[in-house]
């Protein structure tokens, strides 16, 4: 993974559920399904999937997202492990793997869906959603965010993660030998809230690295209390692609 990391905010990841936040596995789950969740976060979509499947393993490489997930979600058919995708270990194969808005932050992508594969049941598989950052829009769009989210685009990419990784999954998912791979699209248009929780949390991190400067990311804070209207467009894509029995 990226030797740079970013904390996610857990007022996000707390909100999060199954249902409304990763709609093409929650059509895919059945009851007796093994699930592996990679970057499970505080554990909300995880628990939504032991509640439908059964059994729900996530993992995370923050180990204090580990603790508030096992703490929030004390179920004893979920388990939670401080890891990432390439260190995990474990005998188990999984009959869905998981990763949801994961691939966009690691710097070797495609050798995250092999390790995903590896770790999937032949004929299970392998499920992910993703941004495609550079289409993601914000309507009506002030100067000061514009300025901002292109800022946020370029340090992205100076990290070498990719802007749109949404797109690119496929690709992915065939380069790791996955079959009948299918992509859906999943984006999310909602009232915005989530630019002011970036603007917080990874906005100091991108002006301590020289990405933005501290009143540039200030005056786009500042731009979200001058319309009391605003709609987001994420743009998501859910690629699923199954794992040979060869």
Same mark, same amino acid.
């Given at each position: 993974?990226?030797?740079?990391?970013?904390?996610?905010?857990?007022?996000?990841?707390?909100?999060?559920?199954?249902?409304?936040?990763?709609?093409?596995?929650?059509?895919?789950?059945?009851?007796?399904?093994?699930?592996?969740?990679?970057?499970?976060?505080?554990?909300?979509?995880?628990?939504?999937?032991?509640?439908?499947?059964?059994?729900?393993?996530?993992i995370d490489r923050d180990s204090n997202l580990i603790?508030?997930?096992r703490a929030l979600h004390p179920a004893g058919n979920?388990?939670?492990?401080?890891?990432?995708?390439?260190?995990?270990?474990?005998?188990?194969?999984?009959?869905?793997?998981?990763?949801?808005?994961?691939?966009?932050?690691?710097?070797?992508?495609?050798?995250?869906?092999?390790?995903?594969?590896?770790?999937?049941?032949?004929?299970?598989?392998?499920?992910?959603?993703?941004?495609?950052? !550079? @289409?993601?829009? /914000?309507?009506?769009?002030? #100067?000061?965010? %514009?300025?901002?989210?292109?800022?946020?685009? &370029?340090? +992205?990419?100076?990290?070498?993660?990719?802007?749109?990784?949404?797109?690119?999954?496929?690709?992915?998912?065939?380069?790791?030998?996955?079959?009948?791979?299918?992509?859906?699209?999943?984006?999310?248009?909602?009232?915005?809230?989530?630019?002011?929780?970036?603007?917080?949390?990874?906005?100091?991190?991108?002006? !301590? @690295?020289?990405? /933005?400067?501290?009143?540039? #990311?200030?005056? %786009?804070?500042?731009?979200?209390?001058?319309? &009391?209207? +605003?709609?987001?467009?994420?743009?998501?894509?859910?690629?699923?692609?199954?794992?040979?029995?060869?």
């Open positions: 993974m990226s030797g740079q990391t970013h904390t996610a905010d857990t007022r996000v990841l707390n909100q999060r559920t199954l249902e409304k936040d990763h709609r093409r596995l929650a059509a895919l789950l059945r009851p007796g399904v093994s699930v592996l969740d990679i970057g499970c976060g505080t554990g909300a979509i995880t628990a939504g999937i032991a509640r439908v499947a059964g059994r729900g393993v996530g603790a508030q997930a979920l388990s939670f492990v401080a890891d990432d995708v390439f260190r995990f270990e474990t005998d188990e194969r999984f009959d869905i793997v998981n990763a949801a808005r994961l691939l966009q932050w690691i710097d070797e992508p495609g050798a995250a869906v092999r390790r995903m594969a590896q770790l999937t049941t032949a004929g299970g598989m392998v499920v992910a959603l993703d941004y495609n950052h !550079a @289409e993601n829009r /914000l309507e009506p769009q002030p #100067r000061e965010f %514009a300025r901002f989210y292109q800022a946020f685009l &370029d340090w +992205r990419a100076a990290h070498g993660w990719d802007n749109r990784m949404g797109d690119y999954l496929p690709q992915l998912f065939e380069a790791a030998g996955l079959k009948d791979i299918s992509s859906t699209v999943e984006d999310e248009v909602t009232a915005t809230s989530l630019w002011p929780h970036v603007l917080e949390t990874l906005g100091p991190q991108m002006v !301590a @690295e020289g990405a /933005l400067r501290e009143d540039e #990311r200030l005056a %786009a804070l500042a731009s979200f209390g001058l319309t &009391d209207l +605003r709609t987001q467009t994420l743009v998501l894509r859910a690629v699923t692609g199954i794992r040979s029995r060869g």
